[in-house]
């Protein structure tokens, strides 16, 4: 029971703590203060449901229908170049932002909404959870099977409540407009890097 909950703890952090565009704007949310914790909670919620999704054997179910991931791909790319473009028009602004003020920054409706476009537009939530946690938990059987996929879903909790709440600790950096410019650019690049690796298939498919 224990190495299979520390396993799947360890393998359910190495696949969260990572670069993507997720994590970026639940970054920036935080050291806003816009809804830390609504945020937090629905994307654990999501990774959580995907973790138990892929334990109970639906990866099969996911390989099953290439078209899920291949719109799940385009619609992904397309709207992480919406908002990697919004971020560097953003970049350009010297517009300061008083962090005391910010716990409200935008509504909580539209945060949400782009919480789950981020995270259900990436086909690498279903191919990171579903499939790749999947397929490992199948070394375990019995309780230590589930006791594999509860480790991940808490290694998904305690980063993204770290993430959210704790970007609030990097406030002070980002008193000045100079800090947001990077760190909007710093989405930009993010966004427009995971787009392009998401494409990339389909414009090598043209050539």
């Known amino acids: 029971m224990e190495t299979a909950f520390v396993q799947g703890l360890a393998i359910g952090a190495s696949l969260i703590i990572a670069v993507g565009a997720q994590n970026a704007f639940v970054l920036k949310q935080g050291i806003m203060r816009a809804h830390s914790l609504p945020i937090a909670l629905t994307c654990s919620i999501i990774d959580a449901l995907m973790i138990a999704a892929g334990v109970a054997g639906l990866g099969s179910l996911v390989l099953a229908f290439p078209m899920l ?32 003020k910010a716990t409200g920054a935008g509504s909580l409706k539209a945060a949400l909404m782009t919480t789950l476009a981020i995270s259900f537009l990436n086909p690498h939530l279903y191919l990171d959870t579903v499939v790749l946690l999947g397929s490992i938990s199948t070394q375990f059987s019995g309780p230590d099977r589930q006791w594999f996929g509860a480790g991940a879903v808490l290694a998904s909790f305690v980063w993204f409540f ?46």
């Open 162 to 207: 770290t993430l959210s709440f704790g970007a609030r600790l990097m406030a002070p950096m980002f008193a000045k407009p100079a800090a947001w410019r990077y760190l909007d650019r710093f989405i930009f690049v993010t966004m427009y890097a995971i787009a392009s690796a998401l494409l990339w298939p389909y414009l090598m498919a043209l050539l």
């Open 69 to 100: 991931k291949h719109a799940a791909s385009l619609g992904g790319a397309a709207f992480l170049i919406w908002y990697g473009t919004n971020a560097l028009k953003a970049s350009f602004s010297d517009k300061e932002m008083d962090l005391s």
